[in-house]
């Protein structure tokens, strides 16, 4: 095991994770709370998605999209969640060289991509409210494929080289990482070279990735609202909204929760270190608990087939 200085220059070979630098002694007891959302957000995405699966009445577009973004979820989750509690439980900090960079690779590009697929969505719903006559011809499995296509590529192309710099650094001092997860930052910081091009390359991509896509998504909503208020009738006025409501709650939550931790994260010595390395947690198992919730409970052909799975399985 390599020792926490390596005073001798010799390249590292692992490092250790220590999650919360100040909560040694009292970080444990996080796990009564991670471990039962864990559990929550796998269970309901699994559900969710065997529901889609099986109900005919779920295969469209609409919840193609969703099953896809359920997928990312429980792929983010598993990265990084239990990882932390095997450190919590059973001090399981040493994480292999490799091991950290893959999952560096995994956040920088699924977290993005989860980003991507609140786009399609949202242009989903822009197409069903805007252009309804013209929606069941263009939104089609086909343009699920598409989006598919372009959810991987672009998040893929844009951040594999976050993980490919800070892999070629020189390590050859501290192998400790005050985090729960191997962020590109925390783990650069601790390289005996120069991590300035890291630092401009992760803000660059993820505000090119995540701003764009908020931005277009808060454009297509605008139409929508403009759309929705020159509608006659006040009952399609509230089912118009009401299919979009599930889908505006998760994105509101979704980079809100991301923007203070990155503003926290920015704050330096004005706030806790311990406080954005917990909301980097929770923003990879909070938001994955929700989403299958929220629409299981708003969006009714959801919960017929959840019911439907049930009673198919007694």
């Known amino acids: 095991m390599v020792s926490s200085l390596n005073h001798t220059g010799t390249q590292v070979t692992e490092f250790l994770m220590i999650c919360f630098p100040g909560m040694q002694d009292t970080q444990h007891w996080l796990s009564l709370v991670l471990a039962p959302l864990l559990v929550l957000a796998l269970g309901a995405n699994f559900l969710l998605l065997l529901a889609i699966w099986q109900e005919a009445s779920l295969h469209k577009p609409m919840y193609y999209l969703l099953a896809i973004l359920s997928v990312l979820d429980v792929i983010l989750c598993l990265t990084v969640i239990p990882k932390v509690l095997f450190i919590f439980w059973f001090d399981m900090k040493p994480i292999s060289f490799m091991g950290c960079f893959l999952q560096m690779f995994i956040m920088n590009t699924f977290l993005p991509m989860e980003s991507s697929t609140f786009l399609v969505m949202a242009y989903d719903r822009y197409m069903a409210i805007c252009h309804p006559l013209r929606y069941p011809s263009f939104i089609t499995e086909q343009f699920v494929i598409n989006a598919a296509i372009f959810i991987i590529f672009r998040n893929l192309l844009a951040t594999l080289p976050t993980p490919i710099l800070a892999a070629r650094l020189n390590y050859c001092a501290s192998n400790v990482v005050e985090n729960c997860i191997c962020a590109n930052i925390s783990v650069a910081k601790l390289s005996c070279g120069?991590?300035?091009?890291?630092?401009?390359?992760?803000?660059?991509?993820?505000?090119?990735?995540?701003?764009?896509?908020?931005?277009?998504?808060?454009?297509?909503?605008?139409?929508?609202?403009?759309?929705?208020?020159?509608?006659?009738?006040?009952?399609?006025?509230?089912?118009?909204?009401?299919?979009?409501?599930?889908?505006?709650?998760?994105?509101?939550?979704?980079?809100?929760?991301?923007?203070?931790?990155?503003?926290?994260?920015?704050?330096g010595k004005k706030v806790s270190p311990e406080v954005p390395i917990l909301l980097n947690v929770l923003h990879h198992l909070i938001p994955p608990a929700l989403n299958p919730i929220v629409y299981g409970v708003r969006t009714q052909e959801i919960k017929q087939g959840i019911i439907k799975l049930f009673k198919y399985q007694c």
Do not use: P, R
Not at 216 to 225: A, K, P, R, V
């Open 194 to 267: 120069d991590i300035h091009v890291n630092k401009l390359y992760q803000f660059v991509s993820v505000w090119c990735l995540l701003g764009s896509d908020l931005v277009l998504i808060l454009l297509s909503y605008c139409f929508i609202l403009s759309a929705v208020m020159h509608l006659q009738s006040g009952d399609a006025s509230t089912e118009a909204l009401s299919t979009c409501g599930s889908h505006l709650i998760l994105i509101l939550f979704f980079y809100t929760l991301l923007l203070v931790f990155i503003f926290t994260n920015k704050a």
